[in-house]
């Protein structure tokens, strides 16, 4: 999507009059409960391979799931959400029912939550043995009540049908549905052979799945997608991307794989294109099954392409120059603009001064690009070859935008962003005193001023992707570092040239307009543009922290704001030497003690296996519904519900609690079910709840048990409240 300045106000007036996107409690959509039969979006219905059955043979009943358009329902492994449908059989005949087969599923993503779903018409298989004691002229019924959890992009229903069926007992079972069921077959992902797949260690937590060519014959591995088959494992897993060697081998690399080590295994489903899937299970170790000789050559995937031989190398001419047009273009894109509206105002400001200089200018601005470039693309280069790690992610794993994946870096981009529209708005001025030094040192640190917009345009951007990026990004993430060296070079030329060719034309520079009282109000217009780009930033570091942490995220910039307002205040030049000390010292006071509590705010990372292996995992949260508790309380567990929102400070404290090693062992140990009543949104459902213990208001948290009475706990939690409340009987 291309982007031109005057649509910035347009955008920003969209961006507040838009409606919030809908809202999600624990990464699910807003849950309905009761909603009627009449109301359902799914219609459920039985059908059989036979049209009569003969004693003690098999046969094969399918559920079919027809889905209003929009509306979907979950794969056996749901995802971050969700639930797998079921049928609980009211009437069978004495009929045994085998595991179902699932049709492979399509990926659902909204807010960042993945989700494994069910879209149009689907079909599970489930295999059926009819009993020996039933005779010819007896009629085989099948009476249940099929549940799963429909949802659009805003809201999720539990529903459910009947569901029945009555099949003629004959001497000989005849065939039905045959269109139905050869249909359903083909969806139904093949079983890879035994050993075509395996897996292997990586750097960090990373792990790889291989899948030999010989495995691979017919279908497009260019389009591969990897869905894990176990709700045990993350959904993350699905983000992976494939990379096809010249061996035919196909390749998916995870980088947050600790799960997958510690069951020491794999299962999943490998989606391709036309409806082709495999079903895999890998174990560590080698490939069994090596690429057989003469099988058909697999495309290697688009956005990892293999490294180029042969007629692949006529290919690179063409990746340069989708990439200097697509760093040209970066000129334009909403992250870039900001840095680059600085560098107009400088361009007009010198405009009508010598023009070697205004060249000059402009020089060091591109060779700051370039050198940020050069830095981005040795980086890389070593993460490729394993000479470094990132997060615990090998080369594989990473791509365009990797630093925004890094919590630091994210948080000292927003503060720079915050001082320089601080800046830029008049609240505070540096340098006012160097502005009076001597010509010739200005001018030095006015391209130090130049080269360093420039390292600072590469760095915002990092998440930005415009026409013609994308394909020659990725072939820098996959090719050899000469080339990949070249293709970043080409971008980083493509997002510099604007300036220096409107720098070295005297015609050009000539029609800016001349200094003025207008730069002032031009100035800080831009700020507005830095504060936009800081939202930006601060939006990502929301999804990096949560509850208390991302609060003092806030705080720790608003404290930065007051020590950039302290310092414009009290240490201008007019001041007496005692006020601007004062006012240094007291704006440092702020500014260290800000960022000291932003650091501590952002999460911590793990990058070895050993401390990955170490740790304890983290509190796993489920939803709560009357139902859900319900459940678990009638199959024996202990329940601890958390009752919470977002706009809740003091449940923002007690997270805290949730994070604690002796806590977190303690749920384990005691296998305690962990749900979570969110009532950010108004829920009649849960203030009922509440009021079942005359509360009526939070943050309230209880534990129960089958058979016991409920253990309410303070307000204000602390770690030994928690652990009583769990030992207790």
Known sequence: MKFAPRLLPALAALAVLAPAPAAFAQGAPTVSLGAPASAAKVSASLKADRATVAPGESFTLALVLDHAAHWHTYWKNPGDAGSLTSIEWQESSGATFGAWRHPAPVLYKQEGIANFVYEGRSVILIPVTVPATL?????????????????????????GADVALEIPVAAAGTAANAELFAAAAAAIPADAPAGAAALSNGAGNAVTLRVAGSALAGV??????????????????????????????????????????????????????????LAVSAAFGELAAAAAPGAPKVAPAATTPAAPTGETQHELPMLLLLGFLGGMLLNIMPCVFPVLGLKIYGFVNKAHADRRKVVAHALAFAAGILVSFWALAAVIVALKSGAITLLGASGTDIGW???LQIPGFVAGIAVLFLVMGLSMAGLFE???????????????????GSFLSGVLATLVATPCSGPGLAPALAAAFARPAPEAFAIFTAIALGLALPFVALAASPKLMSKLPRPGAWMESFKQAMAFLMFGTLAYFVWILGAQTEGLAFLTVLFALVG???????????????????????????????????AYALNGALPERENTADAAVAKEPDIVWEAWTPEVEAKHLAAGSTVY???????????????????????????????????????????????????????????FNVVLRQGAAPRPLPEVLTSGAVLDALKAE
């Open 220 to 277: 497009d591995a260019a389009t591969a997608k990897f869905f894990p088959a176990s709700d045990a494992l993350p959904a993350a897993l699905s983000a992976a991307k494939p990379v096809v060697g010249a061996d035919g081998v196909l390749s998916f690399t995870f980088a947050d794989a600790a799960k997958v080590r510690e069951l020491n295994k794999l299962d999943g489903v490998i989606t391709f294109a036309k409806g082709r899937a």
């Open 135 to 159: 005779k010819p002229g007896d009629t085989l019924k099948l009476k249940g009540r099929a549940d799963w959890l429909e949802c659009d992009d805003s809201s999720c229903h539990p529903n």
């Open 401 to 403: 935008g990797f630093l």
């Open 641 to 699: 519900i958390d009752f919470t929102a977002r706009w809740c400070a003091t449940c923002q404290v007690n997270k805290r609690v949730f994070h604690d090693a002796a806590v977190i062992k303690a749920f384990a140990a005691g296998k305690v079910v962990a749900l979570k009543a969110d009532w950010t949104k108004r829920d009649a459902v849960i203030a009922a709840e509440l009021k079942k213990y005359n509360r009526s208001a939070i943050p």
């Open 430 to 448: 540096f340098g006012t005193s160097v502005q009076n030094a001597a010509g010739s040192v200005e001018d030095r640190q006015g391209y130090a």
């Open 560 to 594: 930065i704001a007051v020590s950039c307002w302290i310092y414009g205040r009290w240490c201008a030049p007019h001041r007496s030497t005692g006020v601007r000390r004062a006012g240094m010292a007291l704006a440092a006071l702020f500014f260290l003690g800000s």
